[in-house]
Each structure stands twice: as structure tokens, then as C-alpha cells.
């Protein structure tokens, strides 16, 4: 049995209210184990619900879900046949008594996709019942579109960024891609594909013209935002080392 929750989701202004529902979480998945079933218990965004306490980030509402969900882990009543996963892209923020030894101790890194496993992402959001123009593969539409997304040429460069040892480099679109950011190139082309077909009265299929400029507007607005963002909060969003200063283009 998989049971998913989502961080934020058990965050709740009343007193106790949150408590009671990670009391909940593992009074079912307990249940659910003592028939012999393995039970997974996935916490996304963990970071959201089991902050530092006294980080002061929060209104310090971490200093009983805390200490809550910690007595779930290592309480009486055993956790047998139970396993508990969390997701969060801001370990950092998480408590230390949370993933220290004998507790969720276990880091698993996901990096970002490479090429291949780029392709069998977009692969699985061009399904079989879109339109594709006659004679056109989907696999070969989804190579397309990534081997223009992993391009490192100035049309995909997005800006310099200094690192903590004064070297500058340059970061691609590449460098920051991610499962979300290939749904929604593929969501765009679909868009204008919708847009296209309004105002023609005709079937649009998606084409490799329409995916590009999916790609060209995903690449314009990610450069664009980096004027704006924090070089060291930014770096550790991402999962990448520490970055002193960002450099845009004028």
C-alpha cells in the first residue's frame, strides 16, 4: 500500500489539528501492515511540515508536529512492515533529529535528467492520442525537443554565475531542467497547438515548429527570471553548489 501526503497539506491553524492528522497517517498505515502488506508512507515537500524548530522561518508551529511525528517513528507501537519516505528539494530546512541515525538517515540525491532519461520523459507526456503531423514518430519528436533543450550554444545560454571560489561559468538551460519543466514545453506546444486550431477552424497537429517555440518560450522566461533571483537561496533550490553572484545578459 502506498500512502502519499503532502506536506503543506497536514499544515492546519488550529491547535493540535496538524498532530492529529500525522497520528492518523500512521494509525492507518500501522493497521494496514499488520496484515502482512508492506506499507510506504511518502511525505512530499517534508521540508513545508518538519522545519528546524526555532528556525523562526515559520510561526514555530514545527515545535509540536516535530516532536509528534518523531514519536510516531520511534513510539511504542512499532512500525513493522512500514516504510517511510520523504521528498524535499530543501533538506536543509528539515530538523536534524529528523534524519539523524535510526531515523529517515538514508539520502537518496535525484539529479537532474540527463539526455536519455530526458527523452523517456517527454516520451510519457506525448501520448498515443495526440495528433502528431502524418509520418511523424513521437520518439523522434521527443529527441528533437531535447536535443534542443540540452543545446549549450548562446541561443540556450541563460547567464553566468560566479562560485564561491571567485571562478565564473556559464549555465545553461540544461543546467537547470527538470521532469516538471519538459511537462510543461510539452503543455505549451499543446497550447498553441489549441490556439492554432481556434483561429484556423482547422486540426492542428503538434509539429517539431510548434515544440521549438514551446522550448523558446520555457528558455525566455527562465533567463529572464534570473535577474531577479537570490544567487545563494537560488543555488540551494536547485541543488547546486553555493553561487556568489549571477550575471545576466543586458
Not at 503532502?6 to 493540535?16: A, D, H, R, S
Not at 511525528?69 to 530546512?93: P, Q, T
Not at 531542467?177 to 506546444?189: Q, T, W
Amino acid at each position: 500500500m502506498f500512502l502519499s501526503v503532502k506536506g503543506p497539506e497536514l499544515l492546519n491553524k488550529y491547535v493540535g489539528e496538524s498532530e492529529r492528522l500525522i497520528r492518523l497517517i500512521f494509525q492507518r498505515a500501522r493497521e494496514r501492515a499488520a496484515d502482512g502488506n508492506p506499507v510506504v508512507v511518502f511525505i512530499d515537500e517534508m521540508d513545508s511540515l518538519l522545519r528546524t524548530r526555532g528556525s523562526g522561518v515559520s510561526s514555530d508551529v514545527e515545535t509540536t508536529i516535530v516532536p509528534q511525528f518523531l514519536s510516531e517513528l520511534d513510539g511504542v507501537e512499532s512500525l513493522d512492515n512500514v516504510m517511510v519516505i520523504g521528498a524535499s528539494n530543501r533538506v536543509d530546512m528539515i530538523d536534524p533529529a529528523v534524519l539523524r541515525p535510526g531515523r529517515l538517515d538514508v539520502k537518496i540525491r535525484v539529479g537532474r535528467p540527463k539526455t536519455n532519461q530526458a527523452i523517456a520523459i517527454v516520451d510519457h507526456y506525448l501520448t498515443d492520442d495526440l495528433p502528431l503531423e502524418d509520418g511523424v514518430d513521437a520518439h523522434a519528436l521527443s529527441a528533437v525537443l531535447v536535443h534542443d533543450i540540452y543545446g549549450t550554444s548562446e541561443r540556450r545560454h541563460l547567464c553566468d554565475v560566479q562560485e564561491e571560489n571567485g571562478q565564473w561559468h556559464a549555465l545553461f538551460l540544461a543546467d537547470v531542467v527538470s521532469g516538471a519543466m519538459l511537462k510543461n514545453i510539452v503543455d505549451r506546444a499543446k497550447t498553441r497547438a489549441v490556439k492554432e486550431s481556434i483561429e484556423t477552424g482547422l486540426d492542428v497537429a503538434l509539429t517539431v515548429p510548434l515544440l521549438a517555440a514551446a522550448v523558446e518560450d520555457e528558455y525566455r522566461e527562465t533567463r529572464d527570471s534570473m535577474a531577479d533571483v537570490d544567487p545563494e537561496q537560488w543555488s540551494r533550490i536547485n541543488g547546486m553548489d553555493p553561487i556568489r553572484r549571477i550575471r545576466t545578459a543586458e
